[in-house]
Every structure is written in structure tokens, then in C-alpha cells.
């Protein structure tokens, strides 16, 4: 038992530290910021997210990130329902107007809030989707947007799991190909958590219906978006090796992830997608 409480103890000053070294870079890239180039897509690019007030600690960190890079948006929006927007802190009201950070708000419909409403109101650019608590590097968008073919309906992606088949039906989401690299044989389904970007009209109309997204798949947005990109017909651009970008110490105490993975809501949910649109089959997938 001590042995193992040691060991818990170095992993957690381990992750501490790596965590005031990501600080320190999001600090200096704030306070001096990359050379920024335009990035000749012909549209609008747009960094969407959004927020709730449980995330507000250490939402600043992520905008700073999202503010500074190689590659500069048009627009970077947070979306937020009206009762987190009255508890926003000082700290990200401070940067509205900064480096074209804007704030909206939208009815309150979760994690769909990231894109839903950018969709609607912004319906030919192109939009990278982020999350609220993630560090990332200054070539984040940059690189999303070298893999996008211009006038191409593609949704590009750093991470990506594979969805797995038994006698045709999709298999329970723990037996999944984890972080894949190739997709034979599986469905590629982008995790929004290190960012995706989507081309204009490389998700259907019915990617907008809030109730029936709000009925059937509440809690797993990506779930939602991979269904109807596929059914879209879109390409899918996978980008370099899978990996899980840092999220911000305590910041998942309040994510998904305990409802989706460990509580088996992503099954339920999968289900529900199958009995309303059908089993998804694999798409067209470049990976680069």
C-alpha cells in the first residue's frame, strides 16, 4: 500500500510539472506570439468551442492557446448558454475583441454547442471545433488546415478511433481500435478532443436537428458528427500518429468521459444511432 501511494504521488508531481512547463509556453506564446500567416482557403476559418462555468478555472489557458497560432482565423467563438455567460471570470471577458475572439450565446445544448450554432450561423466557412481544456501547440490549426484539400467536403482530424464490427452490428465501444492509425476493416470516428476541422457542407443538414441529437445521443456529440459525415458521403483526412493531448489538471472531473466511457453511455447511445440511422460503413479516408 505505501509502495503504491509513493507511486502515486511521483506520477501526480510528474504530471504537475509537465504542466507548469505547458503553462510557461502558453504564457511566453501569449505574451510574444508566433508569426502568424493567412491561410488561403478562400472562406472563412473559424475556431469554435464552448464552455460551461465548471470549466471556467482554467479556460484562459486554453484561449491563450487557441489565440496564439502560426495560422490566423478569421474568428475564434466561444459559445456559451446564457447562465454561464453571467459567471465568466474577468480573465476571458479581458480578451474579447483580442486577435478576433468573440463570445456568443446559444441555447444551452451541451457539448453540441461547439459547433452546432457555428454551423448555423456560418454556414460556408470553414470550422475548427476545440475543447474547452486542452493545451495546444502553436501549429494546432496550421495543421489542420494543410491537410484540407480547398473546395473538397472533407473533415480533417488528429485523432481518430476505429469502430469495430461483430456479424455486422458495431461492437461495444471498449473493444474499439483505441487512437488508430489505419482503418481496415473499421470505421473512423474523429475525437473532437485534439481538434477537427470541418470543410463547408461536409455534414448534412440533419446534423442540426437538436431533437433528435438531443434524444437519441445527448452526451456524444463525436458520436453524432462521425454518423453524419459518413452519411454525408465526406472524406475523412487523418493526420499524422493518435495521440491524447494534455488536459488541464481537474479538468475532467467534470467531462464526459465518466457518463460516455465508464458508465457505458457511448453504447446506449451508439445503439440509438443504429435503430434511427442505420449501421455506418466505412467512408473514404485519407491518412496523412
Same mark, same amino acid.
Given at each position: 500500500m505505501l509502495r503504491q501511494a509513493f507511486r502515486n504521488f511521483q506520477i501526480?508531481?510528474?504530471?504537475?510539472?509537465?504542466?507548469?512547463?505547458?503553462?510557461?509556453?502558453?504564457?511566453?506564446?501569449?505574451?510574444?506570439?508566433?508569426?502568424?500567416?493567412?491561410?488561403?482557403?478562400?472562406?472563412?476559418?473559424?475556431?469554435?468551442?464552448?464552455?460551461?462555468?465548471?470549466?471556467f478555472p482554467t479556460l484562459i489557458n486554453t484561449l491563450r492557446c487557441l489565440l496564439a497560432q502560426t495560422v490566423q482565423p478569421d474568428r475564434v467563438i466561444l459559445w456559451l448558454a446564457p447562465a454561464d455567460e453571467r459567471r465568466l471570470p474577468d480573465a476571458v471577458r479581458d480578451v474579447i475583441g483580442t486577435r478576433a475572439f468573440e463570445i456568443r450565446i446559444t441555447p444551452d445544448s451541451g457539448s453540441y454547442k461547439k459547433l452546432i450554432p457555428a454551423l448555423a450561423q456560418f454556414p460556408s466557412a470553414y470550422i475548427a471545433t476545440a475543447d474547452d481544456d486542452v493545451f495546444y501547440p502553436a501549429n494546432w490549426l496550421e495543421g489542420l488546415i494543410a491537410a484540407c484539400s480547398p473546395l473538397q467536403r472533407q473533415i480533417v482530424? $488528429?485523432?481518430?478511433?476505429?469502430?469495430?464490427?461483430?456479424?455486422?452490428v458495431p461492437e461495444a465501444y471498449g473493444q474499439?481500435? $483505441?487512437e488508430a492509425n489505419a482503418f481496415d476493416g473499421t470505421v473512423l470516428v474523429p475525437t473532437g478532443v485534439a481538434g477537427i476541422l470541418y470543410a463547408p457542407h461536409a455534414l448534412p443538414a440533419t446534423a442540426g436537428d437538436a431533437e433528435t441529437f438531443m434524444a437519441i445521443c445527448p452526451k456524444a456529440d463525436d458520436i453524432w458528427f462521425a454518423w453524419m459525415g459518413h452519411l454525408a458521403g465526406s472524406e475523412y483526412v487523418k493526420i499524422g500518429k493518435s495521440h491524447t493531448p494534455h488536459s488541464w489538471r481537474g479538468s475532467q472531473k467534470t467531462g464526459l468521459h465518466v457518463h460516455n466511457v465508464m458508465g457505458g453511455g457511448n453504447d446506449r447511445q451508439i445503439a440509438a444511432m443504429v435503430a434511427r440511422f442505420g449501421?455506418?460503413?466505412?467512408?473514404?479516408?485519407?491518412?496523412?
Open positions: 501526480n508531481r510528474a504530471a504537475a510539472r509537465a504542466e507548469r512547463d505547458l503553462l510557461t509556453q502558453v504564457k511566453a506564446r501569449w505574451e510574444d506570439p508566433p508569426a502568424t500567416s493567412q491561410h488561403g482557403l478562400g472562406a472563412e476559418v473559424i475556431v469554435s468551442l464552448t464552455s460551461h462555468a465548471k470549466r482530424c $488528429y485523432r481518430a478511433h476505429g469502430m469495430t464490427f461483430r456479424h455486422g474499439w481500435d $483505441y449501421t455506418i460503413r466505412q467512408g473514404r479516408y485519407v491518412i496523412r
